[in-house]
């Protein structure tokens, strides 16, 4: 990336004080004579931005989160997402089901029993 500035060749000079006194003079010659008093804004016209609602009808429910009374970490994700709530016995149910369950091809899965090897299974292993 490249980034292109306009460096000042020198420093710009420095006004003199006289010239500098000669303005502040002038600028409070210049308020003696502008009137004081400022204009009335009418708050009629200025733009307001308005609150944003939805329509009638479609306000949408306030719904409280369920409390499931675990205070652990969640383990499994997706299908088992309820895994915590299940027993010890379940639980050791679906980690053998687990266990047994090799993928085929992309989302397809098979039960592979334990005498079988799953590295055999699948479509790149088919002999023709």
């Known amino acids: 990336m490249m980034i292109y500035t ?51 009808g479609r306000e949408l429910p306030e719904i409280e989160s369920l409390d499931t009374g675990f205070k652990g970490a969640l383990t499994k994700s997706g299908i088992m997402k309820d895994y915590h709530k299940l027993t010890k016995e379940d639980r050791e149910s679906v980690d053998h089901i687990a266990q047994c369950v090799a993928p085929i091809h992309k989302s397809s899965y098979v039960y592979v029993s334990a005498g079988m090897n799953p590295a055999s299974l699948g479509r790149k292993n088919e002999v023709l």
């Open 6 to 56: 306009k460096a000042p060749k020198s420093k710009k000079r420095k006004i003199p004080k006289s010239v500098q006194l000669q303005n502040q003079q002038w600028l409070q010659s210049l308020s003696t004579l502008l009137p004081k008093h400022s204009k009335n804004v009418s708050t009629r016209f200025v733009n307001k931005i308005p609150s944003l609602m939805p329509p009638p």
